[in-house]
């Protein structure tokens, strides 16, 4: 099976959130079970440099972008056998200090730099030597690929036989909504801009094309693919999802074990396992350390990394924390994000300099010794369409605190659930009092040594393994191939 991935991120080359990590791992996992993979991405600033093995194909691509041609120059990584990198080099659009914005705000031409990244990606499918059966696209960036390969597929004459599509929703509150006048960057014919199209209240709406066009939709949990159906998590989309219902398949994301993990990781100041947590209480000491906070094996360690939005209920947890910093508790963060949410976060940790820890800004090594060093992980989200970090924190034995919503539910067992396997807390309603409860019952789990164990146990015996995920997406990827267009 020949299998091409779109997506604006991919790690290890570029990262904002999730879809980066899955992106890469997916890619990853294909190539190891025997498919064909490719990888097609921007080339972000700082990339060339970082992959000094990246080879500059004798491949340049011109496309129209509304009323002017674009070039863009095509490089190549081979990354695993079996598995290959294409990265679009267009400077002008993707060599930015950022991916998507800086301060908060939006670059303002977002609408051109992926209606080309999309219109590379459709080219690039046709014209590679190997050409992929399947183009699997990923969140709104790469939307418009669906509806380009059959625009081109029905009435521009594709040649061969047209890939099918394949569309993973990351994040349904994301969607790439534009005023309409950047319809016309497209090069479409206007009769796709309609409400059964890619016309959405007047505007246009990338993610809603890849609804309608894709030939099959993904999203990232089972119950956020239920979720999403409803009006309350739908985002305006729900009707358009619920007429592709059949088609809408929820599959849990994976963790890179290969990456996140408690032995030999460069990361991590300890290495630990589930049957000798003394690194693990080491790694505790390092990070109150590092941060600054006193150093203290028996004071409960609460965690969080995040994007600092409204979805991750950053607020909740910052009204919670105010009342649960009565007690004997520390708490870390490292986040970005709302710059009214970082500053709120900051003078918490001014005003609780012995308690709290504030780190804003991305840190990847960072965020590796907090999910080992903290005793719980936070993660109060109103809506969370798998979530990894609460995943990452069971590998580590750190114990996920989490709202039960999306991936959240799917991937972590409250003692409510199963008295045996319980290795999280989870609560239900999206307020500060249920937060506060929640982390109440932490306390008190912590007070008990014995059940605490068993908990760690069960948290770093949980299996994502991608292995698991890969071979859905491939089953996806059969239906989809056998399905008559
Ligand atoms: P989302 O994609 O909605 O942001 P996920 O939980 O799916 O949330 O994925 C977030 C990913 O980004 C995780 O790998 C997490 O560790 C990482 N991350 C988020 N914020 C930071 C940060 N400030 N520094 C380092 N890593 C971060």
Redesign the pocket.
């Known amino acids: 099976m020949k299998v091409l991935l779109a997506s604006s991120e991919v790690h290890p080359y570029s ?5 980066a ?2 992106v890469g791992a997916l890619a990853k996992a294909l190539a190891s079970a025997g498919l064909q993979v490719g990888v097609i991405t921007p080339l972000y600033k700082g990339i060339l440099e970082n992959f000094p093995d990246m080879q500059r194909l004798d491949w340049a691509v011109d496309l129209p972008l509304g009323t002017r041609r674009v070039r863009a120059q095509i490089f190549r990584r081979e990354w695993t056998p079996g598995l290959t990198v294409t990265f679009v080099h267009q400077p002008e659009l993707f060599h930015r200090a950022e991916l998507y914005q800086e301060k908060g705000i939006d670059y303002p031409d977002n609408a051109e730099r992926f209606i080309f990244f999309s219109k590379a990606v459709a080219h690039v499918a046709r014209y590679l030597p190997n050409p992929p059966e399947l183009v699997h696209v990923h969140d709104w960036q790469a939307g418009l690929v669906p509806l380009m390969i059959r625009h081109q597929r029905d009435r521009a004459g594709w040649g061969p036989p047209a890939p099918k599509t394949c569309l993973t929703i ?2 349904l509150a994301y969607q790439g909504v534009f005023p309409a006048r950047w319809y016309g960057a497209t090069n479409l014919p206007l009769d796709y801009f309609r409400p059964d199209g890619v016309e959405f209240y007047g505007s246009m709406n990338c993610l809603k094309a890849a609804l309608l066009y894709a030939d099959t939709i993904t999203t990232v949990s089972p119950r956020y693919a239920r979720e999403i159906l409803t009006e309350a998590f739908g985002c305006g989309l729900d009707g358009v999802l619920r007429r592709r219902r059949p088609s809408v398949v929820g599959i849990l ?1 994976g963790v890179d074990y290969t990456e996140w993990r408690t032995e030999g990781n460069p990361f991590l100041p300890h290495a630990f396992t589930a049957h000798d947590l003394r690194g693990k209480d080491a790694a505790k000491l390092a990070l109150q350390r590092e941060l600054g906070l006193p150093p203290a094996r028996t004071t409960p360690l609460f965690g969080n ?3 600092l939005v409204d ?2 209920g950053s607020d909740l947890l910052l009204a919670a924390l105010e009342e649960m910093l009565a007690t004997d508790i520390q708490f870390v963060l ?3 994000g709302s710059p009214a949410l970082e500053k709120a976060f900051q003078d918490l940790s001014r005003r609780h300099a012995e308690k709290v820890a504030v780190r804003i ?4 090594p ?2 590796h010794r907090i ?1 080992a060093g903290c005793d719980f992980f936070l993660m109060p989200s109103r809506f ?6 609460q995943m ?1 924190s069971l590998h580590y034995g750190t114990i996920p605190i989490v709202r039960a919503t999306g991936g959240l539910d799917d991937s972590v067992i409250d003692l409510s659930e199963d008295l045996e396997l319980a290795n999280g807390i989870k609560f239900h309603e999206c307020s500060t009092r249920a937060l506060a409860k929640a982390i109440r019952k932490a306390l008190a789990l912590y007070q008990e040594p014995d059940l605490l164990h068993k908990y760690r146990e069960n948290a770093m015996a949980a299996d994502f393994s991608w292995d698991r995920t890969a071979a859905a997406y491939v089953e996806v990827y059969r239906q989809t191939l056998a399905q008559h267009s």
């Open positions: 990262k904002t959130g999730g879809l990590d899955m990351h994040n994301n990394i995040s994007r979805q991750k490292l986040g970005s800004g991305y840190d990847h960072l965020s999910e969370e369409p798998c979530g990894l970090n990452y």
